[in-house]
C-alpha cells in the first residue's frame, strides 16, 4: 500500500489519465481530492473510489482560477490537515495555426496547462512535508509537435522546464517533483482531437490505456521513485521514435 494515510490531489481527475490516478492511488491506501470542473464526472470518480472501499472528496475547479485552485487546496487541508501528493493532469487544446489563433485562446491554454502548475506547487508546498511528491502529466508534443496544437506544445514544454527549475528550490525540503510524458492514450482527448479525426495526426503504433499512465504516475509520486527529481518520464509506447 505505496500511499497509505497520504493525503493525494489530482487534477483533472473526472477522466481519462486522471481518474485512473486517482482511482489507482485511492486503491493504494491514499485519501484522493479528486479536482475537475465537471462535477458530474468528479462526483462519478469519487462514487467509484468509495464504492470500493476508498477515501475520496470531490473539489470543483476551474483550473484556470487562482481561487479556485486555493479552494481546493483549502478543502483538502480542512479534511486531512496536510497534502502528500499532488498530480497536475487538468489540460486542454486547440486547434488551430498560430497566425488564426485569437489572443484569449493562447492565454487560455497556457492557464489551464502550465499556470495552474505553478499555482498549484506554490498553494499547496507550504502543507507538504519530507517525502512529499508533484507529478505533472506533460505530453510527448513538448518533445515532438505537429501543426496547429502550438499553445498545447508550448504549456508541456514549459511545464517541463518549470519541473526541472522548481526541483531545485524543494529539493532541501526533501520534496520531489518530475513529469510523465504520455503519447497516444484512449482517452476523451485522444479521440476528440480535430487533428486526429482529419488525420492531419496519425495515431501509429501502440495506443495506451490511462492505467499505463497511472503506473508511471503512481511510481514517481511514491517512496520507490525517492532518488527521482526534475526528470521526465517518456510513457508513450515508443511514439516519440514514429514522430521524429
Known sequence: MRFSNRICMVSGAGSGIGKAVATQMAREGG??????LNEQHGNQTVQEITAAKGEAIFAKCDVGSAPAI???????????????????????????????????DWDK?????LRSVFLF???SLPHMGPGGAF?????????ETTK???????????????????????????????CVAPGA?????????PNIKSGVEKVEGAIGKPEDIAAAVCFLASAEARFITGTTLVVDGGRLDILA
Open 121 to 123: 506547487c506554490k498553494y
Open 148 to 178: 496547429n496544437v502550438v499553445p498545447y506544445a508550448s504549456s508541456k514544454g514549459g511545464m517541463e522546464a518549470f519541473t526541472r527549475g522548481f526541483s531545485e528550490e524543494v529539493a532541501s525540503k526533501k520534496i520531489r517533483i518530475n
Open 70 to 104: 486555493q479552494a481546493a487546496v483549502r478543502a483538502t487541508v480542512d479534511k486531512w490537515q496536510k497534502i502528500d501528493v499532488v498530480v497536475n493532469d487538468a489540460a486542454m487544446m486547440t486547434f488551430k495555426p498560430i497566425a488564426d489563433l485569437p489572443d484569449d
Open 185 to 193: 492514450v484512449d482517452s476523451p482527448m485522444l479521440w476528440n482531437n
Open 31 to 36: 485519501k484522493v481530492t479528486v479536482i475537475d
Open 135 to 143: 507529478v505533472n502529466i506533460s505530453s510527448v508534443h513538448a518533445h
Open 109 to 113: 491554454v497556457l492557464n489551464v496547462n
